[in-house]
């Protein structure tokens, strides 16, 4: 019947309970609205910016003119030098840029035949702009001096030409450059024919001409190195190829040099111009105060809208809307400019003409001497006239009333702005990827702020493009997603499931259209087998045939999703299961070709818990995957210098998505994590928003906690430094990374010391994250990246996790921060000033009980209007008591009390809040110390929360945790610090263990019963016998070889506690589970054929050389740990002696605080901070508040903290804007199915209980075009996922 398995099995059974699988958590309507006003408004004000730019310099340029009168002559110099500072301000911000990067990271030095190059054309260029911008333009007409900034680009079109040619390939651009330079040169001859025969014995004016065109010519040298490297890439010569990769890895250098010279160049040109000019450098000290407005406002504008206008036009470039946003908006603002410029002076001239009353008739040179050079040179009114005035007096030298003189200069005008369109036609069709990198965007760091629109357009990078479209091929992206299980519930595992069945359709194997990445996962599930009693061989607990019964549903509704008329699989196609070393492997081929892996680990044959899965599944997919077929490539001795390339850049292109067994995600937010490795290799791992899921109210605490942690901490880390923490549920690594020294090898340590139960296994996330930082990589985050996990929904169990999180984070800080100089100078991300802003994070995190103390000491003080030496007994009087029992009760009677008291506090804490709200309305004042910093951290939480508006909802839960401040800060520090020495995992433990269960007492069987049930157990034995005798020899083999090396080798010691005691009861209780005599199977592999009769298991065997592999890495790194009671005692005492030496240091320290505040407080009339309380209308009310110094600054250093944390949020929120705007434009669209009656608004479509021909939602047919933001699973244009 193998033929009919395309139908149903039960024709009766089409009815299915479909869990949620849809992205509800994106509102995709409302993302597509933010990106079309985004982009309008970034084109707006690309132009808007580019407009301002230039108009400013243009007009400082008209006001160095001699003829214009806003600024008299003997005031020209500081005009000229405004020109100046619009020059050299880019050289200077590059300077600072380069300065900085060559101090933080490593900065080779050129070779002296490499500076002399660069200098030798940027001396040429710096020589060109000052010439043309300070001594030439100032003596040409406005509408020449708009235009002849365009042909900057006569040289870039002669090297675009020059280079496709080298290229020899049928190049599609090389026409429109050579009709480029050609057009470009024509507007030169214009240009020339215009002034010079104008006046053909005016020397001066054809020195300035003479200089304006060799200015240009010199300038169009800018970009030269974009060129250069295209020619030394299609050259032969090695000199070329050496000079390129010498600028490349000098550039640093390279930069601080040449924004010297360039700054340099420009001062002496200017120094010397201006006594060459007959005029005076003394007038700028003495500037009337009406030109200083006029001048500086102008050169204001010039500086801020050239700088803005270049980020926000890098921002539209990596936003990937090129066309939009960049190319067209630059291309008008030269039109744009113009019109500004002279359509006033045209408005002008008609009105004057118009004011006559035709009593005489006037034309343009009659009108510039009667009314241009006949003003009133009083300035006490508007500018602008004097303005326009100006403008026009740059075009009285021409004759506007002639149509030669009109002719010659719309030529040249437009030849040259053509001649610019056409050398930048290419921009048009530029390849682009998310996110491009600014380096490979932008050719030179810098802009010219003299001709912004041209130097943005002339220096995005040129690509040879062939007439044939041939799109650049990035290397393939290997991606494993490594999940580890224990005891997940079924729920639990269905979202992890469902989620990468997501991503198996969203980037199918088997269509060749999405061969960008493909991907394999990997779930190591731990301790999944146990002992039953009259078995041959150990069975899987509840837990992993759940994940079988996972895999049944989960397939089945992927597979059916775009069934036809009773083509309902209810049949799962075959699927494998491999015995293995250390235990079993189940493969499951998704349907569209991509893998998932199940490695049930068994505990008796190989290590068990967290850190050992991923050290497991890191040698084996990085390790033997990865460098085993390189190793067979150089064993058939292939090219060693190839293979050392192509393995470095395979490590690159390899990723490792860390998760958790319970995470649930959507394909696009693992692209998005993608994104930043690949297009910034020094990042080795990137995590996303961790969204925690659940009901009640710690499950609300946590929301809003995981919400301000990522909202301000993790943006403010990644824009100012490096992200500390890479959670282990949602976190994406570099295999390069993770391959580098000392951090895949340093992370398979065994912990030997008591610290290292702290560092190494509470925190196993950080601790990789710390490893990968100290060998120089990058650590970022991604906001827009959604992951959801299940979060502690008790009180117990959030404690418990927090008292692992607790101490491991601080051990690896306090590791980070000790080793400070090393690592700042290895990661450039982690510099000195970043380090003492984490320093300052801890000492805070270590003084949090006693700033708790103090504040509920404050609180006593306002609401009893007790003393405060009295109210500060009275608060450290019951932590304080909470101490002392913590040592001596049990962790579960010390967490009841917790729970008792942070209620209590909760409604202490609601009292202050309404307090201090009540207080701030009676007096009608705000501007107290307390008041002001509730204010300002309600504002800050609520505009960061406006800016998340899918998490807007989250700040209603900020009030839950402001009740439970003193729960958290106070209470569970004092737990995590008391309970250090307990290392065990403190989630799922208290969960029943699969199996564990008393077994129901069954009936007395029957002589026929019994006979019955020794024949289906002598049946099964047969049938596994083989396979398990040699697993039963192989787990005696590594029994005794523990046996023999217990003395001499060295075993990780596990240290026992009350805990993990009973944890081990409930295994040994798990392993004797009572056997079941009814069941037809004796071995695991029988048992799970049997757990699903819709998905056949066929067995398979490993192959000899993986086998070899398993059984070497157990025995190097996972072999079982020894079960050695006197070593774990005394492993035990190390603990508990290492948690009282730092409780003591903690608890002193926090001490020590409040002794100095209290005394402080006792000596506040002669040491204190006097500050006035004033009201709303900033008016003294008489009243004093006394604050201690050491609580002041503490306090201002806090806000300082927080204000640096919203303002890196801010920059953060641009960052992924642009990258999700980028994301939603490139992402390739998935190809749709034959039918799209798939799942709308919630209802399911083409079941067989409404495939009729004739139902009544034809109206979602594909004809009709549906609208796909309502279909399951179809990616609609902006390359989002709908699942």
Known sequence: MEERRDLPKRPWDTCQEVPIIEDEQTPWKMIKLLKFITLCVVAGIVFGLALCSKTSFLLLITLSNEGTQTIPDEQKPVVLLCIGCSLITSSVLIFLKSTWKACYKTSKLPKSTTTALVLFFEFLVSLGAAILTIVAMPHLDIVTNVTILNSVAVLAALLQVVTQCIAKERNRFLLPSITAFILIVLGYVLFLVLYIMKDPSDTKMAIWVGLAVGGSFLVSLTWWESYFRLISQNSSSIFLKNLCKDMTKCQNILHILSSLLRIAVTACVLGAYVPLGQMDWDVVRSIPARETRIIGIIIGVQLISSALCHWFALAACKMHALRRCFILPLYLASLAVMALLVVPVIVYYQDYRTSLNGTQSINFTEYCNVVVDGRDLSLNGSVFPHLVLDVTQTLCFLDMSKIMDIGLLTGSSVSWWLGLVLATLHLWYLNLYRIQRTQDLFIRRLYEGAFIEQSLLLNTRFDIQTKHKTKKQHDKTMMYLCATMWHETYDEMLNIIISIFRLDKYRPKVDPNFNDMTFEAHILFDDAFQDVKGSQGRHLNKYAENLVEVFTEVYGIFKNIDEKFFRKQQQIPDQTVVRTPYGGCLVITMPHGNNIVVHFKDKELIRHKKRWSQIMYLYYLLGWKLMNKYYQRWQNNEDEQQLKEELQREKHNTYLLALDGDTDFQPAAVMLLIDRLKMYPRVGAACGRIHPTGSGPAVWFQKFEYAVSHWLQKTAEHVFGCVLCSPGCFSLFRAAALMDDNVMKRYATKSTEASHYIQYDQGEDRWLCTLLMKQGWRVEYNAASDAYTNAPEDFKELYNQRRRWGPSTMANVVDLLGSANVISRKNPSLSKPFMFYQLFNMTSAILAPATICLMIAGSFTFIFSIDGTLSLVLAVIPPAIYLGLSFKLKADTQIHIAAVMSIIYAFLMLVVTMSIIGTMVKEKTILTPSSLFVVIMAIIYIITALLHPQEIQLVFHGFLYILCI??????????????????????????????????????????????????????????????????????????????????????????????????????????????????????????????????????????????????????????????????????????????????????????????????????????????????????????????????????????????????????????????????????????????????????????????????????????????????????????????
């Not at 002598?1018 to 590594?1038: A, Y």
């Not at 642009?1218 to 608004?1241: C, N, S, V």
Request: charged content about 25%; glycine content about 4%.
């Open 966 to 1283: 003193p729960s958290a800060y106070l209470l569970l520090t004092i737990y995590s610090m008391v309970n250090m020495n307990n290392v065990s995992w403190g989630t799922r433990e208290t969960k029943p263990a699969a199996g564990a269960e008393k077994s129901q007492t069954t009936a007395p069987q029957t002589t026929t019963q019994k006979a019955k049930s020794t024949f289906h157990r002598l049946f099964s034995w047969l049938k596994c016998c083989k396979k398990s005798s040699r697993e039963s020899v192989e787990r005696q083999v590594i029994v005794s070889q523990e046996n023999m090396d217990s003395e001499s080798a060295q075993p990780e010691l596990l240290p026992q506690n009350t805990i993990v005691e009973d944890i081990r009861i409930q295994e040994e209780a798990q392993r004797q589970v009572e056997p079941d005599f009814n069941q037809t199977f004796q071995c695991w592999v029988a048992q799970l054929k049997n757990v699903s009769s819709d998905m056949q298991l066929q067995e398979e065997s490993l192959d000899k050389t993986e086998e070899d592999f398993w059984k070497e890495l157990q025995e190097k790194y996972l072999q079982p740990l020894v079960d050695d009671k006197e070593k774990q005692k005394k492993m035990a005492d190390d603990l508990r002696e290492l948690r009282n030496k730092i409780n003591f240091a903690f608890f002193i320290a926090n001490a020590l605080w409040l002794v100095a505040t209290f005394t402080l407080q006792f000596l506040n009339a002669t040491v204190s901070i006097v500050i006035p309380i004033l009201d709303l209308d900033l008016i003294d009310t008489g009243r004093k508040v006394q604050i201690d110094p050491i609580g002041f600054m503490f306090i201002l250093g806090f806000a300082l903290s927080v204000l640096l944390q919203f303002f890196g949020m801010l920059y953060h929120r641009v960052l992924t804007l642009i990258h999700y705007i980028a994301f939603l434009d490139t992402e390739p669209k998935e190809q749709k199915p034959e039918r799209e009656e798939l799942y709308k608004a919630g209802i399911k479509v083409g079941s067989a209980s409404q495939a009729d021909t004739n139902s009544t939602y034809q109206e979602y047919s594909e004809d009709e075009g549906s609208d796909p933001d309502d279909i399951l699973y179809i990616r609609g244009s902006d390359g989002a996922t709908r699942v």
